[in-house]
């Protein structure tokens, strides 16, 4: 009996495959031309997570967004394109284990030359020179609240002089002698500058943080007023927080940051465990820099930067009732 020269598809074959990897669908439909196009293009826009792409949130948007779209689109077009072709010419390449095949390949492709590549260039993510944190505790009020995820560009270690053109930036740290795990704080000093903290004033090289008071809040769970204050480390400003009905007790004599480490310091200045206590940074041991919330219980903080600006609009800091 002479085998047919065409074959039956079914179009929730087709979501299936497309929905599985981008293009299969194409390739289950006798289009393998254009199931090659999807695919070099869903490379491309994958890559854009190794650019300067993503460092802003309409850009990260853009490199979220294009890939899901593109793979569902071609999902929904290869279901289209079986649907009113249930009969398609049979070619060499229409046999499940060729569709499983390719499914498989681009699965473990996209994932070993992620991970192969941010074993040389950053730290390991699903997300190129770039990854996802949680604030994990209010260290870092009012810019960044507990529970909050923001995008982080990564790094394995800095340089001095590259830290010294982060200074006022949130930055991500990791203490080896506190075990597992990475820490948000805010970059106020590298090697060689003097640090002191006495009655809630932060002095480098002996001279005070200059602060311009905002506007009192009360604290979500203790109740007691914070008061928020501008705070401006090289030319780079942003908002913390004291309060004044609590004793300062992270009081710090003058010392000389080592070369090659830095201080970090938390912005809400009673309630965070920093350079205060566990001591300076190694160099080594910085991750990052923070670029903005990705998400929050409080939907309008979705896309605010964590990158520091020589404005502050007391708007963003302090409710109406409170100026």
Known sequence: MEESTTVRRHWWVAVLLGLA???AGQLYTGRARLAAYIVGVFAALFALFWTAIPSSFAGFVAAFGAPILLAWGSAIEASIYAWRHSEV?????????VYVGFVLAFTLVSQGAN???????????LFGAYKPYRATSGSLEPSLMEG????????????QSDLAGQLGSIVVVSWPQEGEGAFIYRLIAVGGQTVAVIERKVLVDGREIPQRVLCSV???????LARRSVETVGGRSYVVQNFDSVEFSRNTDEATVPDDWFFVIGDN???????????PVSNDNFGGRA????????W???GKTLVPTAAIEASDYCPPVTK
Do not use: M
Request: glycine share 10%; charged share 25%.
């Open 269 to 279: 200045r009673e309630n965070a465990n920093d350079s205060r206590t566990r001591g």
């Open 148 to 159: 909050e995820y923001f995008w982080v560009k990564t790094a394995r270690g800095a340089t």
């Open 218 to 224: 009360p604290e979500a769970d203790s109740g007691e």
């Open 291 to 298: 670029l903005f919330i990705i998400w929050s219980g409080d």
């Open 300 to 302: 309008h903080r979705i």
């Open 21 to 23: 990897a981008p293009g």
């Open 89 to 97: 010419p049979r070619r060499s390449y229409h046999c499940w284990y």
């Open 115 to 125: 991970r192969g590549l941010l074993t040389v260039i950053g730290e390991p993510s």
